[in-house]
């Protein structure tokens, strides 16, 4: 198993970290104590993903504009966020 890295992260390549080594602890205790159950199997494989997408499209300027800041609000509303979230998370699996 890969470094536990720190809770407080401190960049978007920590946080990635974080969600890898969370994605494959969650897959190490599917293996050794939950019966590899399909469900951890895919929370396990979204938490990596979502480390992926937010390191890769954190300064994307159109994730941004979608998304709104704390000053400006974005072209989704609060649902169409989590839909595009959760798609950006499926794809990246």
């Given at each position: 198993m890969a470094e536990k890295?720190?809770?407080?992260?401190?960049?978007?390549?920590?946080?990635?970290?974080?969600?890898?080594y969370l994605a494959m602890r969650m897959h190490y205790l599917n293996r050794v104590a939950m019966g590899e159950q399909k469900f951890p199997w895919q929370v396990a494989e979204a938490l990596a993903a979502l480390?992926?997408?937010?390191d890769e499209r954190y300064d994307d300027p159109d994730i941004r504009a979608l998304f709104?800041?704390?000053?400006?609000?974005?072209?989704?509303?609060?649902?169409?966020?989590?839909?595009?979230?959760?798609?950006?998370?499926?794809d990246a699996r």
């Amino acid at each position: 198993m890969a470094e536990k890295p720190a809770l407080d992260f401190r960049s978007k390549e920590e946080f990635r970290a974080l969600c890898h080594y969370l994605a494959m602890r969650m897959h190490y205790l599917n293996r050794v104590a939950m019966g590899e159950q399909k469900f951890p199997w895919q929370v396990a494989e979204a938490l990596a993903a979502l480390g992926r997408v937010f390191d890769e499209r954190y300064d994307d300027p159109d994730i941004r504009a979608l998304f709104g800041d704390g000053w400006t609000p974005g072209s989704l509303t609060r649902d169409e966020a989590a839909d595009y979230l959760l798609g950006l998370i499926r794809d990246a699996r």
